[in-house]
């Protein structure tokens, strides 16, 4: 069974930093994207970041700049999403997705597996 497991959200403080982590079991990384996605309450779900099993890395949306980066641990068949710097905006539930095939240029909100959600409350 394809299973994709977010740990890692939690309330911290603006300013404060979290790492998310997306693990993956039931298939290998290899030739997958694995997004990182958003959804704050009352908002539509925004794609955050992307990456291959090779590490390339696409990022989405101006409001992640500086502050999130996305690494792959292929060992571990796990994504992490490192946020820092972090703002009461950033606030809701991150979800991690994947999808055969490379990382795309636009948000490929379609993707084939989906986990459940890590929520991230930043407290000002």
């Known amino acids: 069974e394809v299973q994709l497991v977010e740990s890692g959200g939690g309330l911290v403080q603006a300013g404060g930093s979290l790492r998310l982590s997306c693990a993956a079991s039931?298939?290998?990384?290899?030739?997958?994207?694995i997004g990182w996605f958003r959804q704050a309450p009352g908002k539509e779900r925004e794609g955050v970041s992307c990456?291959?099993?090779?590490?390339?890395?696409?990022h989405y949306g101006d409001f992640r700049k500086g502050r999130f980066t996305i690494s792959i641990d292929n060992t571990k068949n796990t994504v992490y999403l490192h946020m820092n710097s972090l703002k009461p905006e950033d606030t809701a539930v991150y979800y991690c997705?994947?999808?055969?095939?490379?990382?795309?240029?636009?948000?490929?909100?379609?993707?084939?597996?989906w986990g459940k959600g890590t929520l991230v409350t930043v407290s000002s």
């Open positions: 990456i291959s099993s090779s590490g390339e890395s696409i």
């Open positions: 997705a994947g999808e055969i095939g490379p990382c795309t240029d636009h948000v490929d909100y379609n993707m084939e597996y």
């Open positions: 039931g298939f290998s990384f290899d030739d997958y994207a």
